[in-house]
């Protein structure tokens, strides 16, 4: 499984300095198109987008994001809410793996 990174040049170029190899640079136009992509390719097992752009998708991509288990979806960065990784991964394993 591959980790995917979705989003502005800004926001993915840490990612790709880092040895990420499924970057998508998305413009605002494009982000649901490119999530789509890496939504229907069966070799990522996370996807990290930024917390920005996932409030801007539209509310039936932010649902399908919101309850997808393979990939796992990470939101990250921005101001306002963050997404709890504890809850992310507990989705995803089906155990807390604090406990």
Known sequence: MEIAVVGSSDFVIGFR???????YDASQGEL???IQGVLNDKNVGILVVHN????????????????SVE???IAIGG???STN???KIK?????????
């Open 17 to 23: 300095l880092a040895g990420i190899r499924k970057i």
């Open 52 to 67: 920005d752009d996932m409030k801007k998708l539209s509310p039936q991509m932010q649902k399908t994001l919101d309850d």
């Open 32 to 34: 649901e198109a490119k």
């Open 91 to 99: 989705q995803a394993v089906g155990v807390d793996l604090w406990k």
């Open 85 to 87: 990784l504890r809850d």
């Open 79 to 81: 101001k306002g809410e």
């Open 71 to 73: 990939p796992t979806v």
